[in-house]
């Protein structure tokens, strides 16, 4: 499995982090990667919506990642409150809050991802998963971080 599909994947769990307690987290992850395959047929062919099928390595990897980033959390917004003029953590949809938390990690605390790659990768979340202007939000909040 790509980066990209992992990072997707920690995406999709770190979301749940805004709608379940803390001590939830590890029963949540464990839902997640349990949930069955979801697909949805268009005119245009079948998409996945869901495929949760990770190796037990690849699991790890995410709920690593995850967990480091939930331990990170108050830092991690205070970062984003700093930068992110008139939008504060509390403000923002939950889709973007999500992909912002997940870049400031990588760009501040995972030394393997290069800041252009966090950066790049949050834009193309953005993209699939937030609304028509949430990657030029999401841009614009994570340069001004650099």
């Known amino acids: 499995m790509t980066r990209r599909e992992l990072r997707e994947h920690s995406f999709k769990v770190l979301f749940r982090a805004d ?7 590890d029963e949540q992850i464990e ?5 069955p395959v979801e697909d949805d047929v268009t005119p245009e062919g079948t998409t996945i919506l869901h495929d ?8 790890a990897v995410v ?3 995850v967990k480091k980033i939930l331990e990170k959390l108050p830092e991690i ?3 984003i409150n700093q930068v992110a003029e008139g939008w504060k953590t509390r403000r923002m949809g939950k889709v973007e ?3 912002l938390r997940l870049a400031v990690y990588e ?17 193309e979340l953005a993209k699939r998963y937030g609304t028509e ?8 909040v994570l340069a001004k971080m650099i």
Request: avoid cysteine.
């Open 97 to 99: 809050l999500t992909i």
């Open 133 to 140: 202007n949430s990657p030029a939000f999401i841009n614009g």
């Open 52 to 59: 949760s099928n990770l190796s037990e390595a690849e699991q």
């Open 31 to 35: 839902r997640y990667f349990g949930a």
């Open 77 to 79: 917004d205070e970062k």
């Open 107 to 123: 760009m501040k605390f995972d030394e393997d991802i290069p800041v252009s790659v966090a950066i790049n990768e949050a834009v």
């Open 63 to 65: 709920t690593e990642k």
């Open 19 to 25: 709608f379940y307690p803390v001590e939830e987290m």
